[in-house]
């Protein structure tokens, strides 16, 4: 089982480079892009440059649509489902289905009865991290550009009361 991780406050910065690091902490991928506009793409690349993968918004609206690319064949589309997007996501062309509590960040990705992904928060000496367990190595760039349109899609943010509009910097003690 491979496991990856992504620092948490990082996944939900738009447009900043994500670096995703194996359980030794050493660098394996680097992930670039950002999503709203139609054809926004996050792009994967191997560490020393190397394009891997992609994922591409295709449609917009409230229920847009993401072609995922592995090089540059087009493999599969997820789409944001109205009233089970929660709980419930179809990546079509790979038959995977993505099922949990995404408002929490934790789900799973299964093709037929086989767990492909348990996506999961980590806590560890230097911050909060999401933890990636993937079972085949090959499907780990899917499944990386898939946690990213996945965490996007979650309403829940962290927000500091200052973006919020509730503390006062001069006066807060």
Known sequence: MLRLYIKEQLIATKGVPLIVRD??????????GRWGIRQDAFTLYTIDGRYVAEIKQTTLGLFPRFDLYLGKEKVGTVKKMYGVWHQFQFVSDLNWIIMGDFMNHHYKIYHRTETLLVFDKAIMADGDYYELAITHAQDAPLCLLLSLVLDHWSVRRDKSQLKRGVANPIYDI
């Open 23 to 32: 359980e030794k902490n050493n660098p394996v991928y680097l992930i670039t």
